[in-house]
């Protein structure tokens, strides 16, 4: 699967260097073994974000993107449309992607919801089903008005590079979402929307379905 996820962000357009990023010596060795790049790390790291954050700060970049390992479908677009608003936007930190929420999806807390203001900025991130529909509206109803966060982020640099001193955040602790963090701190996530329907591997039964999609010649 690691091997399929590089490969995918090496297809991207404007990616300078892809690498994976691990404190785990096998998957070191299995990245080297088809010939990718693997950088160790500590294992003391809280989030993947800290871990990217360690790799980050020796690279000559100006932008950073995380991608994790257990995004097999993730295609070589969303890397390219998370990077995009840095290229206009020079006070830009953070960005991430979201998609439409399928119905079986929003009461799920594997799935990680999002809510963004009217300029596509985030609100709030919840593995609860974000907004509470108590109403409908025209144009809003059902899973429409519910939004999926795409597990992908993209950093400017300089946010990496103060991100192991951000205090932290007890809504962190409560939903186990790293991004609450930085949220709390202040900083601006702008959240793109993406027409995405991969399978993120956050369960044993999500890797068996993948494990299928991948026998039948299905993954892309």
Same mark, same amino acid.
């Given at each position: 699967?690691?091997?399929?996820?590089?490969?995918?962000?090496?297809?991207?357009?404007?990616?300078?260097?892809?690498?994976?990023?691990?404190?785990? $010596?096998?998957?070191?060795?299995?990245?080297?073994?088809?010939?990718?790049?693997?950088?160790?790390?500590?294992?003391?790291?809280?989030s993947?974000?800290?871990?990217?954050?360690?790799?980050g700060?020796?690279?000559?970049?100006?932008?950073?993107?995380?991608?994790?390992?257990?995004?097999?479908?993730?295609?070589?677009?969303?890397?390219?449309?998370?990077?995009?608003?840095?290229?206009?936007?020079?006070?830009?930190?953070?960005?991430?992607?979201?998609c439409?929420? $399928?119905?079986?999806?929003?009461?799920?807390?594997?799935?990680?919801?999002?809510?963004?203001?009217? !300029?596509g900025?985030?609100?709030?991130?919840?593995?609860?089903?974000?907004p509470?529909?108590?109403?409908?509206?025209?144009?809003?109803?059902?899973?429409?008005?519910?939004?999926?966060?795409?597990?992908?982020?993209?950093?400017? !640099?300089?946010?990496? $590079?103060?991100?192991?001193?951000?205090?932290?955040?007890?809504? @962190?602790?409560? @939903?186990?979402?790293?991004?609450?963090?930085?949220?709390?701190?202040?900083?601006?996530?702008?959240?793109?929307?993406y027409?995405?329907?991969?399978?993120?591997?956050?369960?044993?039964?999500?890797?068996?379905?993948?494990?299928?999609?991948?026998?039948?010649? !299905?993954?892309?």
């Amino acid at each position: 699967m690691i091997q399929h996820v590089f490969e995918r962000a090496s297809a991207a357009r404007g990616i300078a260097e892809v690498m994976v990023a691990t404190d785990d $010596e096998r998957i070191a060795r299995a990245v080297e073994a088809f010939g990718g790049t693997a950088s160790m790390t500590s294992g003391a790291h809280r989030s993947g974000t800290e871990r990217v954050a360690e790799v980050g700060r020796d690279l000559e970049v100006d932008v950073v993107v995380n991608l994790q390992g257990d995004e097999p479908m993730m295609d070589p677009g969303c890397i390219e449309a998370v990077v995009e608003p840095f290229r206009s936007d020079p006070n830009l930190m953070i960005s991430t992607l979201k998609c439409p929420a $399928e119905a079986e999806e929003i009461s799920d807390p594997n799935v990680v919801k999002v809510v963004t203001d009217r !300029k596509g900025n985030a609100l709030y991130f919840s593995r609860s089903s974000i907004p509470h529909l108590r109403r409908q509206r025209p144009g809003k109803v059902g899973q429409a008005a519910v939004f999926k966060h795409v597990g992908i982020y993209a950093y400017r !640099k300089a946010f990496l $590079e103060i991100l192991p001193d951000l205090p932290d955040c007890w809504l @962190e602790a409560v @939903e186990d979402l790293e991004q609450l963090r930085f949220l709390d701190n202040g900083y601006r996530i702008q959240v793109v929307p993406y027409e995405y329907r991969g399978v993120a591997v956050d369960t044993p039964e999500d890797l068996v379905r993948i494990n299928e999609l991948a026998v039948q010649g !299905k993954l892309p």
